[in-house]
C-alpha cells in the first residue's frame, strides 16, 4: 500500500496572498503567529507591515517572529517557541522560503508538545500541532506540502530532519508575485533544489503511481520554466509554474523520499553554511551518474519531461538526462558559487566528517543504486 499525505488546501494564483486573513479565520484562528526572516520583514521586503495589513481586516490579533536570518537551528526554533508561547497565538503562519516554514513547523508542533524529543516525532501515532499555513516565497524546497522539517542541531552541527504525516501545514498559499524579488542566483539554487526532489523522488525505491504523477508533472515544468525565471524573475507566468512544480515535488519527495543528493547535500550545508540548494545542485550530476545505470529506463523518463526527444533509445536518453543535469550547473554558474563558500583545504579535511553526516538521516538506503562510504566518499 503507498499513502499519500499532501495539505487540506492549496491556492494558487497571484494576489493569493490577500486572502490569508479570510483562510486563518476559517481554520479557527483569533491570533496569529507569523514567522518571517528578518530580510523578509522590515529589514528589506517590509513583509511584516503588508501582513498586519492584510489580517487585521478580519480583526485577527498578529505577532510577528522575524529575529533571525539564514538556515534553522536549534537557537532559532528556541526563540520562535518562546515568543509564540508569550503571544498565546492560535494559529501558526509561516511566509519565506523554506528556512521560515521549518521553523514555524517546529514551533507549532514544540508549542503544544513541550517535552516532546526530536528523536521520537517519527514514531507518534499523531502528532499534536497548532493549524498551520505556508506561502512560500521561493520555488524550492516545497516544505508548504511536506511532512519533513530541517533544523540544524547546534550541539552536533548535525540537520535533523525528522518526517511525519501531521507536519504536512494545513494550508499552502501560492503567490507567484512574492517569488518575484527572488535574486537570480537563488531562484537557480531553490529551483534546481525542486529539480532534485522531483528527480529523487521518482527515482527512489519508495516511489509510487501516485508520487510518479506529481514528480514528472513537476519536471516537466521545471524544464520549461527554470531557463524562463533565471533570464527574468518579472515573468509572473514562468513563476507560477515554478511555484507549482516545487509544491508537487514536495508533496512527491515527502511521499516518497529523497535519496543521496540531500542525504550528502544536507552535511555540507551545516558544515559549510552552503545555501541548502547550491549544495544540493553542486552533488546531483554525480549523484545521477552513479544511479544511472540502476534506474535507466526512469532517468530516460526524466530526460524527455524535461524537454529530450523521445527516440525510444533508453540508455542514451539515460545518459542525456545527465547531461542535461551537468549542463544546468553550467549555465547558472553553480560551481563558481560553490567554490565562494568552500575553501577548498579545508573541504578535503572535512571529507570523513561530511561522509559519516550523509549516513545520518533519511535518504541513502532509498537510492536506486544503494551507496557505500567510499561511493559518497567519491561522490
Ligand atoms: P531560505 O528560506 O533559507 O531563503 C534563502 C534566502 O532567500 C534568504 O536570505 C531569504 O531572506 C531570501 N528570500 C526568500 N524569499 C525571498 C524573496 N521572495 N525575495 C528575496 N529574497 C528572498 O531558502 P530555501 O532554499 O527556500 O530554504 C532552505 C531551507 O529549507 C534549508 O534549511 C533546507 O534544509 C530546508 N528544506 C526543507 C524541506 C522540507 O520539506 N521541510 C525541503 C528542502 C529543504
Redesign the pocket.
Known sequence: MASTYLPRQIELGSNSLEHLGKIAVENGATKLFVVM?A??ASEG?NYDVKIKSIVQKQNLAVTIFSDY?G??TTDHLLAALDSLLKSNADCVVAI???????IAKAASVFAVNPTLAWEDIAAQNRLKRLPLLAVP??A????EA?K???VKNMKTEI?MNPGHKDLVPDVAILDPL??K???SQ?TA??GL?ALAHAMEAYVSTLASATTDNYALNAIRMIGRSLPKVYENGANVEAREKMLLASCYA?IAF?NASTNLAHAAG?PL?ARFNI???LSVALLLPFVVEFGLEAAAEKYAAIAVNLGEEDTGERDQLAKQAHKLIKSYNDKFAIWEDALRYIDLEEFKDSIPLLVEDSFSGNGIVTNPKVPEACDVEHI
Not at 519565506?96 to 521549518?102: K, L, V
Not at 524550492?140 to 516544505?143: D, F, K, P
Open positions: 526572516d530580510f523578509l521586503l536570518r538556515e534553522p519565506g522560503g523554506g528556512s521560515a516554514i521549518d516565497t521561493t524550492g524546497t516545497g516544505s511536506t519533513v522539517m530541517v540537520k512574492l517569488t524579488s527572488l535574486p537563488f539554487y531553490t533544489d514536495g515527502s544536507r550545508g545555501p541548502h540548494g
